[in-house]
């Protein structure tokens, strides 16, 4: 296995966790009928990570290795039982209107027409009517979606779907985006589309303005294309196995489907590959 490789921690990283763990309780019955009994289950154990403003960070690993459990925790929806988080200095809490967080599934509201829900985060923000509409145009023009404002959740494909959802977390221009395998639904081709609008959108950013962005992904091949910096998570508990900048040049939208017959490309996904055969556990 590869030798873990963390970046030094650095007073203005926008993200730092330090020691962290996290335990959930669970409820085990009894198998006499009796009361049940509670057990602790270790979900991540020694969780040492920093991460700069404007890095995109990619979590890959298998599932039950604690990748949602990070962003849960940096969302303010879960606290460490042991450690530290600091989110742009502070502790996560809840809520953090500055946080975009876009799920494996659309979570569409299906009463809410498209131009409806992309709205949604900035009603929650106190937008006025026509300015939250005008916003929500902007952001579905963005995503390829111009038209199709007035239809709902069930007269859109899987793909338009996962585009209106990405509308809204894009709506309210939080600085940190959490990215729990948004693609991961869709068909291939869907999906090569969506990650170039995506990675198109986040490029064209200004470098000084770039939203931080934590991708989780089962896909190894779909880590190394996207971003920056790859962290390998191997579970029982979850831990990093590995911690590697990925040293491809920007940008990539317009040739991410070239991209994966490259040689670099190739090297890069091997070794991340091989670190992940750790989580294969013999019969």
Not at 6 to 19: E, K, L, Y
Not at 216 to 239: C, F, N, S, Y
């Amino acid at each position: 296995m590869s030798t873990v490789q963390t970046q030094r921690a650095d007073p203005t990283d926008f993200i730092t966790f330090a020691g962290v763990e996290r335990t959930f309780q669970l409820r085990k019955s009894s198998e006499n009928g009796g009361s049940a009994k509670s057990a602790q289950f270790l979900a991540l154990e020694e969780i040492n990570l920093s991460i700069p403003k404007g890095q995109f960070v990619a979590l890959v690993g298998a599932s039950g290795c604690g990748k949602t459990t990070l962003l849960n925790m940096l969302a303010g929806l879960v606290e460490p039982t042991k450690g530290q988080i600091t989110l742009d200095g502070r502790r996560p809490v809840l809520p953090n209107l500055d946080i975009g967080y876009m799920f494996a599934r659309d979570a569409l509201l299906p009463w809410r027409s498209a131009l409806r829900n992309v709205e949604l985060p900035l009603e929650t923000r106190g937008w006025d009517r026509a300015r939250r509409r005008e916003r929500a145009r902007e952001m579905l023009d963005l995503v390829g979606l111009s038209g199709r404002e007035t239809q709902y959740r069930l007269q859109l494909s899987q793909g338009m779907r996962q585009r209106v959802g990405l509308a809204r977390t894009l709506a309210a221009d939080p600085s940190l985006l959490l990215m729990d395998e948004p693609f991961a639904a869709l068909d291939a081709r869907t999906k090569l589309t969506l990650q170039s609008e995506f990675l198109r959108i986040w490029e064209n950013q200004d470098p000084d303005r770039r939203k931080t962005v934590i991708f989780v992904t089962h896909d190894l091949q779909e880590a190394v294309l996207l971003a920056d910096r790859v962290i390998v998570m191997l579970p029982g508990p979850g831990r990093i196995a590995q911690d590697k900048l990925v040293d491809l040049p920007r940008p990539r939208a317009d040739h991410l489907g070239e991209m994966t017959f490259e040689d670099e490309f190739k090297a890069v996904t091997h070794e991340l590959f091989e670190c992940l055969e750790g989580a294969i556990v013999s019969p």
